[in-house]
């Protein structure tokens, strides 16, 4: 397996979190951060909130920071109060959205079901998506970490090409590790994230399955962050609390690079 021929993202989640005003000085601070680097060897996203969209994608106009949005609808337009559309997102100037993360599937009745027509509305927009999937501590526990993260994806890539795939980032979020101090083992980070791999394998081809960039997501830090994204099979980190300081999420970065 060659690992140098995946594309490495790291993108941050900020979540509910930062005013435009604030939006616009870590935008700022990150390109700073990274103005001597050389980041061709990584991919730099920040998914931000509706509302910072406009300011993020300004003020990262020019730098190697891509932005992206924490969601969109399915639909293209209508009667979907409070929503989203893939295509609105795509007029703003963004070019990432994650899909499925869990607190969406907690917290707001997101299912499978919902996530694939998201995911399918997305590509069609032209985004790329990042996919979201993982298991919950008590599926951790029953020994299905494996079947769970292997249905969420299969029934996320439903209808989804190979061609397709190219647009898709699929980051494996274990719920118990999220936001919560509680990191994956760099082992069992691997462990999962090559299971996904061999799902697609299954769903598409080998070569497929190679190409596509896997991430890890839990609690991932300037601490852990180098072993994390040194395994066979994670190609980048989704970050949630250390993408909102620029210093920790530059850490981040250069752990990948
Ligand atoms: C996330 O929100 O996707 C995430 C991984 O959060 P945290 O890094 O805070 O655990």
């Known amino acids: 397996m060659n690992k140098s021929t995946r594309r490495t993202v790291i993108a941050g989640n900020w979540k509910m ?10 935008i700022e601070e990150i ?6 680097m050389n980041t ?5 996203v920040a998914c931000v909130p509706y509302i910072d969209i406009d300011i993020a994608v300004k003020t990262a106009a ?27 997102l795509v007029a703003c100037g963004v070019e990432y959205v994650i899909i499925g993360h869990s607190e969406r599937r907690q917290y707001f009745g997101e299912t499978d079901i919902t996530v694939n027509q998201r995911v399918k509305a997305a590509l069609e927009a032209g985004l790329k998506v990042i996919l979201c999937v993982g298991e919950l501590l008590e599926q951790r526990e029953q020994g299905i970490t494996d079947e769970t993260v292997s249905l969420q994806t299969k ?18 979020e274990p719920v118990w590790a999220i936001g919560t101090g509680k990191t994956a083992t760099s082992e069992q ?10 799902v697609i394998a299954s769903l598409y081809s080998d070569k497929c399955a190679e190409a596509t960039t896997i991430q890890y997501g839990g609690s991932m830090n300037a601490k852990n962050a180098k072993e994390l994204l ?6 980048g980190g989704l970050i949630g609390g250390a993408s909102l300081k620029a210093e920790d999420f530059f850490s981040i970065i250069s752990a990948a690079q």
């Open 230 to 235: 040194g395994m066979v099979n994670v190609d």
């Open 17 to 26: 979190n930062k005013t435009p005003a604030e939006a616009k000085q870590l």
């Open 155 to 172: 029934i996320a890539l439903l209808g989804i090409t190979e061609e397709q795939m190219a647009d898709i980032i699929i980051a494996y």
């Open 62 to 88: 020019g730098s190697a920071v891509k932005i992206g949005a924490e969601n969109c609808h399915w639909a293209k337009n209508g009667a979907f109060t409070g929503e989203i559309s893939a295509d609105m």
């Open 31 to 36: 390109k700073a951060s990274i103005s001597g």
């Open 189 to 198: 980070a691997d462990e999962v994230c090559g299971v996904i791999r061999k």
């Open 40 to 44: 061709d060897g990584c991919e730099i």
